[in-house]
């Protein structure tokens, strides 16, 4: 039986008390990982705690103690104040943390939502590109280890939170809850992710989640964010998730989404004017659509960011050692060895972190986007988050490796504990 059918096979049980609280509300602290080898990466992972320190506690997990030794001299020495950070170690520490879902009980404590590692749908992607090359499939399926499905664990055991399991193949960033029982999803991820689940199975599965009530379905997310590794149009390629979320739509509060939005009338490049149509549709279904009291949204636009593009080179098959070779593309689309291409990286402003007193966005001003339009997500975001301090830190780097600033932090809610009154 195929690995995505196993896992739909799992049951889901939860208190019926508990829920799924948005990132806006109140944090205990944030988590994030570091990769200490890589200088470029630890210069983002320090702005990054530099940006969050001053608001919420920082929680640092990697994989060794020697590990730990190495991230905290390179944090030193690029001005982080390290003894305010608590590190811990664990073998399945990941750059991109957000493939676990923490969420609050009220007053009975953290809860973690253990969804189902696939690799971001590896299985979907490889039946798809290679339906008629079992051989090519096997291969890359080899990559999906079991075993990378520890995160959540560790993180019930460092909090003491209790482990929820769901049959989903989903990951932390597939999906934006208002913390009041509304939950949006991107259609296409969904569907590609389960091919042999309906809409509305999957939708059956997603309202078993904890405190969830409403299901609000997108039909696409951001161009620049395709399944693993595939065309977005013409010679323009990328890596993606297939629909994250956090790529194009976010609550800023229970009543307030934020949009990605291509606002003028001609975009120059393909992609771009492949997003002004798919979110010309999604603002359409969100206008469309109300919150778990029947009420609607309040919808505001965020600027997209220019097309960042770097020029690329296929290489052979056989030439293992390169991220983009012919044998990543489907045959009908006739790829070979030595075809020009330019990879998108999938870029994005709303691929921001809130804690508590500020918003962390990624900034693209040093990737050519112009510095007016920084400016505009500046004052949409001010709009939308009023009592938070709006930081830029400049994360592209994380990008081109698949990530962002969201997608590399975890957020663990403040738990809200009873008062004790006195007679």
Not at 32 to 55: C, G, N, W, Y
Not at 189 to 213: D, V
Not at 277 to 291: F, G, H, P, V
Request: include cysteine; charged fraction near 20%.
């Amino acid at each position: 039986m195929p690995l995505f059918a196993l896992a739909c096979l799992t049951a889901l049980a939860a208190p019926p008390t508990w829920r799924q609280p948005g990132e806006f509300e109140p944090q205990s602290a944030v988590w994030l990982s570091a990769e200490p080898e890589k200088a470029v990466f630890m210069r983002i992972t320090a702005d990054l705690v530099k940006a969050l320190q001053p608001h919420v506690k920082v929680k640092m997990l990697v994989q060794t103690p020697a590990e730990v030794a190495a991230v905290k001299g390179s944090l030193s020495r690029l001005g982080v104040n390290t003894r305010g950070i608590r590190f811990y170690t664990d073998k399945g520490a990941t750059l991109f943390m957000r493939d676990a879902t923490v969420f609050t009980a009220g007053r009975h404590g953290l809860g973690i939502i253990d969804l189902k590692w696939s690799l971001y749908g590896l299985a979907a992607w490889c039946n798809a590109v290679y339906s008629d090359d079992p051989e090519t499939r096997k291969e890359f399926l080899a990559y999906l280890d079991p075993n990378d499905d520890g995160l959540d664990a560790f993180l019930a055991r460092a909090t003491g939170a209790k482990v929820v399991k769901s049959p989903l193949l989903l990951e932390n960033a597939t999906f934006e809850v208002n913390g009041k029982g509304v939950l949006l999803i991107t259609k296409s991820l969904a569907l590609s992710r389960h091919p042999t689940m309906s809409q509305a199975q999957i939708e059956r599965k997603l309202l078993q989640m904890p405190g969830i009530k409403k299901v609000i379905w997108l039909e696409q997310g951001a161009a620049e964010d395709p399944h693993m590794m595939a065309t977005i149009n013409g010679d323009f390629v990328g890596k993606g998730a297939g629909g994250h979320t956090d790529e194009f739509v976010r609550f800023a509060d229970p009543h307030t989404i934020l949009l990605a939005f291509v606002d003028w009338a001609s975009p120059a490049s393909p992609v771009e004017q492949m997003n002004k149509q798919r979110m010309e549709r999604n603002y359409a279904i969100l206008s469309k659509a109300t919150d778990q009291d029947g009420k609607p949204f309040r919808i505001l636009k965020v600027p997209t960011v220019n097309p960042i593009t770097r020029p690329i080179t296929l290489a052979p098959a056989s030439d293992t050692k390169s991220l983009w070779n012919e044998i990543l593309f489907p045959k009908k689309e006739g790829r070979v060895a030595g075809d020009k291409l330019f990879e998108v990286a999938a870029a994005s402003y709303l691929n921001f972190i809130i804690a508590n007193g500020v918003v962390v966005v990624p900034s693209f001003v040093e990737d050519g986007t112009p510095p007016s339009t920084q400016d505009r997500v500046r004052k949409v975001l001010a709009q939308a988050f009023p009592k938070r301090t709006i930081k830029f830190v400049h994360a592209t780097p994380f990008t081109w490796s698949g990530g962002g600033p969201h997608c590399a932090t975890l957020n663990e809610p403040l738990i809200a504990h009873p008062r004790r009154t006195g007679r």
